[in-house]
């Protein structure tokens, strides 16, 4: 007879995202996990299998729920430029106010321990990707508006972009101010500008 789950494994991948996101997958015990979902450790392997697949599916979770649908808002935005800067006063503002202020990025904060598995990685690079991705058909709709200086190489300035969105969660966490975040966001786009 199959084992039937008397507990709803996505919601438990929620607390485990929001757990990770918090505190941190590398400081956090199996013994945590258990304790704030309630779950035995039989139930978590059964379930998800060890560490590394829980953390694996935590991301995916995490690349889903709160980061594609941010990524295809941007992508979808045909202004430009603006819609840069609109998605990074977006980025600083959640990652400085609010219910998750100061943690940061559960994605960048993983990137930041230097993972091992192959399946984390997988997960990292998918976000990676689809990051990037979406900053290069923005700044396509920037080169359209000739919002661009000439020269500016459009993967390259999709690639910095995504690497100054890891530097805004990242500082973010350690205290920053929405101030400095903006500032140094606002001199990176007006390094890609062409003058009028």
Known sequence: ?????????DAVLDQVVRLFWERGAEVTGIAEVV????LS????YATYGGKGQLQAAALARY?????RPVFDE?????RGLPAIAGFFERLVAARCTGEHARWGCLITNTHATGVQDPEVRRVLDAHHDALCAAMHTVLQAA??????????????????????????NLRSRAGAE???LLAGVQAVLDGFTTAH
């Open 143 to 168: 080169r359209a508006h000739d919002q661009l200086r000439p020269g500016v190489d459009v993967e390259a300035a999709a690639q910095t972009l995504a690497l100054l969105a890891y530097g805004v």
């Open 74 to 78: 941007l992508a979808a935005d045909t």
């Open 35 to 38: 304790q704030a979902t309630g």
């Open 178 to 180: 929405p101030t400095g």
């Open 1 to 9: 007879m199959p084992d039937v789950k008397h507990f709803d494994p």
């Open 41 to 44: 450790r039989s139930s978590l």
């Open 63 to 67: 690349l889903q729920r709160q980061s």
